[in-house]
Every structure is written in structure tokens, then in C-alpha cells.
């Protein structure tokens, strides 16, 4: 362990904030800087982070799940996937732009996903509480619409940070024996699967952290949140709304 890997390891979602606490501008220029200090494809950096006032929040804020922490956080943006900019410097630099925009999409999310974690890692780092902000994918038109987002540009998730009013445990992961692999993909026996998830289920209902932070029932755990949110028709309705903010954003075309 060294001060960089035991700051992965205390990774926690913070869901409450100090409302009252003002993040010096310095601090956020810096975590923002660091975010782009993430790897990206070619160079390209095919995201955009939109800050969001505490007036605009009031329109984001039924878009993102109407969860207080949007409101509550110092500090609160969209992360975008950005093809615009790149589009519009080939055409500054006489380069003619091909359709390629799942591949671009692809890369996209890669690029934004890195740097909004470099964003997270360096704010953590600074002792301010971080969370994405997924709901800000469930209703991406209206995002999309309400940041006035052109062609080739999509919300990807939120991201609050701010003093945490909260101190929840560090949630369990898989153990890595089931997600590293070597040479091929191996595929799982159903007595591995049902060890690991038993393995996260204990974890997490002896810290009854459903419970407490999610206000389910006892006996709920990781088992039931997988099957809730993958099994059913939430990501039905999600897919439904991310296809056609795709389509309005240019990304494919009907």
C-alpha cells in the first residue's frame, strides 16, 4: 500500500452534503485539471464538463432523480461526451470529418469516464466527498435540452463534491479472482457466482447498509439491487431514452 492506493481503497459515495460550504475556486480548478490529466484516445479529450450554478440547479435538479445531494454539494456538473469540438478543430485545421459516430461515441465515453475519475481521485485526495450522478443519464433528452447541448455532444452522468455530512462504510467488491482473468475469457460456474455474490451480500447486510442507506427491508442485498435494477423494466425505459437522445444528438441515425 502506498498514500495513492489506500485513497482507491477509501473510496465512498457521499449522498450528504454541507450545504453551507463554499469550495475555494482554486480547488476546483485544480480537480479539474487533474480530471484531463487522464489518459484519452489520440489526444482527442471528446468530453465536456458543464458546471451547474445553484440557480440552474433548480432545472436539473427533478432531471437528476431529485436527489438532495444535487442541491446540497459545493460543487455539481454534467460530464458530457463531447464529438462537437473535435469536429469543428478538424474542419479549423482543413480536415474533412467522416461518419463515425459510434466509434467516436465509444471513445467518448472511455475518455470522459477517465477524466471524470482523475476528477474524483484528486478531489477524495483533497478530503471533499464525491458521487456520480447516473440519474442525469435516465433523462438525457432533457438534459440534453436544458444545457442547450449541440449535435455530437451527450450527458453522460452528474458529479457532486463537497464536505460530506455522512460517513458510510466502504462498500465490497467482487473478489478479483472474478473479474481478472488471464489469457481468455472464462466463463463462471454457478456455484462460483453464488459465492461471490453470498461473499457481498454478508458484507453488506452485516453493515446493514441497504438498510440504512437505502431504506430497503432486511434481508435486501446485493442480489436483489442487481436483479432490481438489471432484471426489470427500469433499464427498459432507460435504454428507450438513451437511443433516442442518441439519435437527436447525431450519434446514429434512424
Known amino acids: 500500500m502506498n498514500p495513492t492506493i489506500e485513497q482507491m481503497f477509501a473510496h465512498r459515495s457521499i449522498r450528504s452534503f454541507d450545504p453551507d460550504f463554499i469550495i475555494p475556486r482554486k480547488d476546483l480548478d485544480l480537480i479539474v485539471e487533474a480530471g484531463q490529466r487522464a489518459a484519452t484516445s489520440c489526444s482527442g479529450q471528446m468530453y465536456t464538463i458543464i458546471e451547474i450554478s445553484a440557480e440552474k440547479r433548480d432545472e436539473i435538479f427533478p432531471l ?4 438532495d445531494y444535487v442541491k446540497q454539494a459545493s460543487y455539481f456538473s ?4 463531447d464529438l462537437n469540438r473535435l469536429h469543428r478543430i478538424v474542419e479549423l485545421s482543413e480536415g474533412t470529418n467522416q461518419n463515425w459516430p459510434i466509434a467516436g461515441m465509444m ?13 474524483v481521485l484528486a478531489a477524495e485526495s483533497m478530503g471533499y466527498g464525491t ?6 443519464g435516465d433523462r438525457p433528452e432533457e438534459i440534453a435540452k436544458a444545457l442547450n447541448l449541440p449535435p455530437l455532444v451527450m450527458p453522460l452522468t452528474g458529479l457532486a463534491i463537497g464536505k460530506a455530512t455522512e460517513d458510510p462504510p466502504v462498500r465490497p467488491r467482487l473478489h478479483s479472482s472474478l473479474v481478472h482473468h488471464r489469457d481468455i475469457y472464462k466463463d463462471y460456474t454457478e456455484d462460483e457466482l453464488n459465492d461471490g455474490i453470498d461473499k ?3 458484507q453488506l447486510q452485516d453493515e446493514g447498509y441497504y438498510q440504512k442507506y437505502s431504506k430497503r427491508d432486511p434481508g435486501f442485498g446485493w442480489r436483489n ?4 435494477k438489471f ?3 427500469w433499464l427498459n425505459i432507460i435504454e428507450k431514452r438513451r437511443i433516442q437522445v442518441l439519435k437527436d444528438q ?3 441515425k434512424d
Not at 131 to 136: D, E, I, K, T, Y
Request: charged share 10%; glycine share 20%.
Open 64 to 67: 437528476c432523480g431529485s436527489q
Open 107 to 119: 471513445i467518448g465515453i472511455f475518455d470522459a469516464g477517465l477524466m471524470a475519475q482523475n476528477m
Open 250 to 252: 447525431g450519434f446514429i
Open 231 to 233: 432484471g426489470g423494466k
Open 200 to 202: 457481498m451480500d454478508r
Open 225 to 228: 439491487h442487481m436483479a432490481g
Open 78 to 81: 454534467v460530464i458530457c461526451v
Open 131 to 136: 458521487c456520480f450522478c447516473g440519474s442525469c
